[in-house]
């Protein structure tokens, strides 16, 4: 089968989206109706998150039902709640007996300054989004989470690029398969080759460099935190919560590779990672699905930027 080289590639999930074009926000979901061991890892000091003490590898429950990125700032965590509701409307969640209680990790990004601030994805979008679920068609740039994600606030929202959702999957002739859905809204600059391709611009409408801002502004800078690039990975390879963990960590690296700075207390960086568990590899799966993982992340945020623009 040809692949689609991006998270679809991953047998058993689907992915939806909504949005405001207008308003420029939204959701993207990711949804996996048979379940996935799912572990997170967050880099950024500025986090908007929904249910990842859950994944904690210490704490209980093993598997989720689907995760959400979305737009709004806190505002946006409401998304998920119709994403449960969606959910177990299907019968699919964690039985507890009475019913089944969805897990739906979450996690947001602040897009209020690029669009209308007061026009947020709620329960009706994140609803809208798993009906827009598909195996077969993804998306990229200014659609779901990434259609108000910006890069590049060095100077404030009349001098950053446009940014948006990418996707990428690598895949090895054994069938191992790592991939990466990532809405890039840094505040650092996004780099391809050395060079930067998305980011804060000057008066001219030139890119400069935020790391070397921040360095000179030293004395004067002051942000809050009003950014933040937040994605999910996803493996046909078993792993464990923790091991789900270790490989969200790992995938960090690629957005280190091509956003600078990242990870700053302006970013709540936050990467997801699922698990199918479709196939089993003998010895290190970690490293193997890590460094694929990292691989994918630096593909997929390029391509969200480029698709964006």
């Known amino acids: 089968m040809e692949l689609k080289r991006n998270i679809l590639d991953i047998k058993g999930l689907k992915v939806g989206q909504a ?32 249910e990842t003490d859950l994944l904690d590898p210490v704490n209980a429950m093993e598997k989720v039902q689907a995760v959400v990125l979305s737009g709004g700032s806190a505002f946006g965590l409401e998304a998920a709640s119709g994403v449960m509701d969606w959910l ?28 209308d601030a007061f026009t947020r994805p709620d329960k ?22 990434g259609c108000g994600a910006t890069v590049g606030k060095l100077r404030g929202m009349d001098f950053c690029t446009n940014s948006g959702i ?38 001219d409408s030139n890119f400069i460099s935020t790391e070397e801002g921040v360095i000179q502004m030293a004395s004067s800078l002051s942000f809050s935190g009003k950014n933040t690039t937040i994605g999910i990975i996803a493996t046909n390879v078993k792993l464990t919560k923790a091991q789900a963990k270790k ?7 690629g957005l280190a590779r091509c956003i600078r700075p990242i990870h700053t207390t302006m970013d709540g960086d936050t990467l997801f990672c699922l698990s199918t568990e479709e196939m089993e590899l003998p010895t290190a799966p970690v490293d193997v699905v890590g460094i694929l993982a990292a691989k994918a992340t630096e593909m997929a945020v390029l391509r969200a930027v480029k698709a964006a623009n």
């Open 19 to 50: 949005e405001n074009a207008e308003a420029k926000t939204g959701v993207t979901v990711v949804l996996a109706e048979n379940s996935a061991v799912c572990g997170v890892d967050v880099r950024g000091a500025a986090p908007g998150t929904r």
């Open 88 to 115: 177990e409307e299907k019968g699919l969640g964690f039985d507890v007996g009475v019913t089944k209680v969805p897990i739906v990790p979450s996690a947001v990004l602040f897009d209020l300054g690029y669009g």
């Open 124 to 145: 009706a979008m994140g609803r809208q989004a798993c009906e827009n679920a598909s195996d077969s068609v993804l998306l990229e740039g200014n659609h779901g989470a």
């Open 166 to 203: 990418g996707s990428w999957c690598e895949a090895t002739e054994n069938g191992i398969k790592v991939a990466a859905l990532i809405a890039v809204n840094a505040f650092g600059d996004v780099y391809e080759d050395g060079k930067i391709i998305a980011g804060t611009k000057d008066d």
């Open 247 to 253: 490989v969200a960590g790992m995938a960090h690296d």
